[in-house]
Each structure stands twice: as structure tokens, then as C-alpha cells.
T-cell receptor
């Protein structure tokens, strides 16, 4: 059974139209991460939540925001998607503390028209 | 976190052992070596991690040199489903510490 679930698997949006990607987890993990993976590149961390504490990467554009209303859910909001934001967006979770393991969802592939 | 160097690609015959090397010459004493893999169009999957000692689980073995400057991931009997990008990542044991993915090694298992 999937433990980190991302919906939808494929998302198409228009240039400049806000879009939200969702992630849920059944692992009750403390930490949730959002990664961006562009075509033929490695995943790159955008930000993560440790419980309710938000940690933004220094080079994450302001266009990207995140919400974590409870332990199970985390959302990625792209306020004004540009063509360069087309990518696979990966959600991951980890227990936090010590040499923990990150568990990834299958990803949401975002297309911007 | 220390940087890693991996060969861009490797081929392996089905049923044979796949040995994937990783150099991490600047690794610090409190940094772990992690391996993840990413099968096409899927999220990365954890394989194994270690600090100093060699490790084995149901998926693979991890051999870390005594000076910890390099390691080898071993898939003992590679199958076609093991074709993926394999990432070697060095990271500290810190709460919520991120994974910094390098370019990885594309492993192609051929019949």
C-alpha cells in the first residue's frame, strides 16, 4: 500500500494560473519535503516542514509556497507558474531524528501551457 | 554535506552482480553514506545506508572502505527491474536534513 500519496499524478495548468499539488502520508512522520525534478536532472529540495516548522531553501523562488495543515497533509502552491516550472514534483517524508530514511511519493508531473 | 562522484553509466548482465562505485573523499566523521535509486517516472527509493561498517539488507550490500573515502553498492543478482538511476548521497545525521542528489549512475541491466 502506498505510504506517501501524491495527487494528481499529472497536472496541466496555464501560464500564470495558480496551481496546488497535494501530498498525504500514512506513516505519521514528522518531516515532509517537496522536491522539484526537471527533465534529465536530479531532484532538488524546495523546502521542508519539521512538524509545523517551515524550512525554505535559500534558492527556492518566492513563487513556490507550502502549507501543512496537519501531520498527514502537505501542499505545494505555485502562485504564478511559468514555463520553467514544468517538472516532476516529488513529496517525501521522514521520521526525523538520527540517520532517518526518506520515503518518496510517485510524484506529480506538472505541465505548463 | 560532502560531495560524491559516481560514473555516469554502467551496464550489467542480468543475473550478475552489479557493483556501483562512489567516491566521497571529503566525507566527515559524522556523515553517513546513503544510496537511493530512481526507476524511470517513479519517486526515488531508499536502498541502504551506512556509517563505517559494511551493511547488508534484502536489496543490496554496502561496502565502505576503511578510510571512508569511497564505497560500493552491490546488487548481488541484478534483474531487468533494477535498471534505474542510482544516487550515492553523503549526509549528516541531523533532524530533517535534506538529501542533496548528484547526477547519479544510470545502471542498465541487460538480458
Amino acid at each position: 500500500d502506498a505510504m506517501v500519496i501524491q495527487n494528481p499524478r499529472y497536472q496541466v495548468t496555464q501560464f500564470g494560473k495558480p496551481v496546488t499539488l497535494s501530498c498525504s502520508q500514512t506513516l505519521n512522520h514528522n518531516v515532509m519535503y517537496w522536491y522539484q525534478q526537471k527533465s534529465s536532472q536530479a531532484p532538488k529540495l524546495l523546502f521542508h516542514y519539521y512538524d509545523k516548522d517551515f524550512n525554505n531553501e535559500a534558492d527556492t523562488p518566492d513563487n513556490f509556497q507550502s502549507r501543512r495543515p496537519n501531520t498527514s497533509f502537505c501542499f505545494l502552491d505555485i502562485r504564478s507558474p511559468g514555463l520553467g516550472d514544468a517538472a516532476m514534483y516529488l513529496c517525501a517524508t521522514s521520521r526525523g531524528g538520527g540517520p532517518d530514511i526518506q520515503y518518496f511519493g510517485a510524484g506529480t508531473r506538472l505541465s505548463v501551457l | 554535506d560532502a560531495k560524491t562522484t559516481q560514473p555516469p553509466s554502467m551496464d550489467c548482465a542480468e543475473g550478475r552482480a552489479a557493483n556501483l562505485p562512489c567516491n566521497h573523499s571529503t566525507i566527515s566523521g559524522n556523515e553517513y553514506v546513503y544510496w537511493y535509486r530512481q526507476i524511470h517516472s517513479q519517486g526515488p527509493q531508499y536502498i541502504i545506508h551506512g556509517l563505517k561498517n559494511n551493511e547488508t539488507n534484502e536489496m543490496a550490500s554496502l561496502i565502505i572502505t576503511e578510510d571512508r573515502k569511497s564505497s560500493t553498492l552491490i546488487l548481488p543478482h541484478a534483474t531487468l527491474r533494477d535498471t534505474a538511476v542510482y544516487y550515492c548521497i553523503v549526509r549528516r545525521s541531523v533532524n530533517g536534513n535534506k538529501l542533496v542528489f548528484g547526477a547519479g549512475t544510470i545502471l542498465r541491466v541487460k538480458s
